[in-house]
């Protein structure tokens, strides 16, 4: 039985994942904090909606996915409930292995996941380490469950929350860009609809090439740059306002931000 504690954005997310690659409804168990919300579950999905006490008993493994803020609350109700030996999997920004096991009791076995929104579409990046009391079989249950929504990676723990900056917020810079070049649409003219769709299909045209062709992004790059063309007096502004080192600060604020988070 897999439980997800802290049914949200991304808890469905996973949940959602987690049916689409074959797990039966009945061998999930979900927990929310408002009662719309656990009856949303209910019936969009099917699965059970339970109190984080009785998740908690009987899981074999658990998912934590409320906000960093909200993780010492729920691991202090929950901590003399689960059973020896069960996995627990967090997924939340800056929360570490050592945070959850301080909690939970010193030899719980605990993953450490940071995952990204393109989880709904089974395109996630999910990157996951292990505690001081995960081993191998442990990493390997959690790659099991989050393979069939994405791409999933080992990385050192030292290494999460420069990860949740790259790829678990990632999404949203990328958004934040299509916005930026709709909005240049619109200054230029173009319909909006008409200028969503040429941003749209241009940024996921672009995404498949440089998953699929192994080219550097350079070199795609100096493939659409015409010497003396329009692509180069784009560039040439983009380096006028800096957007480059724009994009190292604020990866690194990012970063910064998910170390803090489990302060509070
Ligand atoms: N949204 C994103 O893109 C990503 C989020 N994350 C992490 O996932 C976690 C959740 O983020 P979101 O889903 O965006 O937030 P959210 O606010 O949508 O979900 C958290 C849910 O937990 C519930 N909750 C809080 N305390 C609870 C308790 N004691 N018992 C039961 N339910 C409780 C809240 O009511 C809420 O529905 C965060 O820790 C975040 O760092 C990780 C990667 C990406
Ligand atoms: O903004 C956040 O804190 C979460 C973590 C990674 C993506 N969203």
Do not use: C, W
Request: proline share 4%.
């Amino acid at each position: 039985m897999i439980a997800i504690l802290g049914t949200g954005k991304m808890g469905e997310a996973l949940l959602s994942g987690l049916l689409r690659a074959g797990v039966a409804p009945g061998e999930i168990i979900a927990t929310a904090r408002r009662e719309e919300r656990a009856t949303a579950l209910r019936e969009r999905h099917g699965v059970r909606v339970v109190s984080n006490a009785e998740a908690a008993k009987v899981a074999d493994t658990l998912i934590l996915a409320v906000k960093p803020q909200d993780m010492a609350a729920l691991l202090d109700e929950i901590a003399a409930l689960v059973p020896a030996g069960r996995l627990v999997i967090t997924v939340a920004a800056g929360i570490t292995t050592a945070f959850v096991e301080s909690r939970l009791g010193e030899d719980v076995p605990v993953v450490r996941v940071m995952s990204n929104t393109p989880v709904l579409v089974d395109e996630a990046m999910s990157v996951i380490s292990a505690g001081a009391h995960a081993g191998e079989t442990h990493l390997e249950l959690a790659e099991e469950l989050l393979r069939p929504v994405g791409k999933v990676l080992r990385i050192p723990e030292s290494q999460q929350d420069a990860a949740t900056a790259l790829s678990g917020s990632g999404p949203a810079y990328f958004f934040y860009l299509v916005e930026a070049m709709v909005d240049a649409g619109i200054l230029l003219g173009m319909p909006r609809a008409a200028a969503l769709d040429m941003v749209t299909q241009s940024i996921v045209g672009a995404a498949i090439m440089l998953r699929d062709s192994g080219e550097h992004p350079v070199i795609l790059r100096e493939a659409v740059t015409s010497p003396g063309g329009t692509t180069i007096s784009a560039i040439a502004e983009l380096e006028r306002h800096s957007v480059r080192a724009a994009f190292l600060a604020a990866i690194e604020a990012a970063r910064d931000r998910s170390s803090q988070l489990a302060s509070g």
